[in-house]
């Protein structure tokens, strides 16, 4: 299963600003003097990114995506798309993705850090259409776009349950055009432990999910923060209501949208990509937890 792809290996501007005022550095300094032996403080802070087809080949090569869900329609998660599955060729068995309406055209991209390719391959697999197999035949895959509440078999063996988005929730995005708030909110459960993956959703996602969900039922071990880390994302009752043990951000702290703060007085930790490069999360079916950064280093443990 793949959530979202971003296939950036360069510092967006605003971690450039973070990270030197981090370190009490210009961002000139940060960019072009070697603080790491032969390296700049950037060129560090950019081996820390890993590409997901590299990621992929490493660790699943050759192996289908059987479930690829798409959060919701913006370009930084789905950066790679054309890559990951077109070049590549990856196999994708299902593709999820909401009922929005946005539409893009080629000139959008013009001047953007994104390219217009990434969203012409989403277009198709939305679709159900794939790049042509070796051997010249269609790829094809199902597609699914799956709502509040819904469940099918493999959903429930594989410990899925979907939070949002609602049809209220994808028509007011539609209306608005802006897409944030259909964003997939999927709630993982192993082990006696849970996750909770939501994409970008905001205030009215989460007021939306607290409407429909106890505490019990949000109850989670770890937290993927909303909107990259951002106060957007940040809804504080409902991250009191699923009172995580450790938030990841992803990107993380922005110099004037940042929420850590916010999360960490609820979590007992709140890591950053920024600073852990890759993180991974690994749950034990005896329910412990381990989380590494991107060198494999246990950097957390969640104990029984």
């Known amino acids: 299963m793949m959530v979202d792809i971003n296939n950036s290996k360069s510092l967006p501007e605003s971690d450039v600003e973070a990270l030197a005022e981090d370190k009490g550095l210009s961002t000139y300094a940060f960019k072009h003097f070697a603080s ?7 060129q560090h802070y950019q081996s820390l990114l890993v590409d997901p087809y590299d990621y992929y080949k490493e660790n699943f090569p050759g192996r289908s995506v059987f479930r690829y869900v798409q959060t919701h329609p913006d370009m930084d998660h789905m950066s790679g798309l054309h890559r990951f599955f077109w070049q590549e060729r990856v196999n994708i068995v299902n593709f999820w993705d909401t009922a929005h309406t946005k539409e893009l055209t080629e ?6 850090k994104y390219a217009y390719i990434d969203w012409a391959v ?8 794939g790049p042509d197999k070796p051997n010249g035949d ?23 349950s979907v939070l949002s988005p609602t049809p209220e929730l994808i028509s007011a995005c539609n209306e608005r055009e802006e897409y944030n708030d259909c964003s997939y909110v999927l709630k993982f459960d192993h082990a006696g432990r849970s996750v909770i993956l939501p994409g970008d959703a905001e205030k009215a996602t989460w007021n939306s999910i607290l409407a429909r969900y106890t505490k019990e039922d949000l109850l989670c071990d770890v937290l993927k923060a909303s909107h990259h880390g951002r ?23 922005k110099p004037s949208t940042d929420a850590s703060d916010e999360y960490a007085r609820v979590a007992n930790r709140v890591l950053s990509t920024r600073y852990n490069g890759s993180i991974k999360v690994k749950i034990w079916d005896d329910g412990d ?3 590494s950064d991107h060198s494999g280093n246990r950097i957390a443990t969640i104990e029984v």
């Open 289 to 291: 937890i381990w989380i």
């Open 107 to 112: 000139d959008s991209f013009d001047h953007g």
């Open 231 to 253: 106060m957007s994302g940040y809804h504080e009752e409902a991250v009191s209501a699923m009172g995580p043990d450790t938030v990841i951000c992803s990107v993380g702290k």
């Open 36 to 42: 790491l032996g032969t390296r700049s403080w950037e």
């Open 138 to 160: 269609p790829q094809e895959h199902k597609v699914i776009k799956a709502e509040r509440g819904d469940s099918a078999s493999y959903w429930d063996e594989d410990g899925i």
């Open 122 to 129: 989403y277009s198709c697999l939305r679709l159900g259409v």
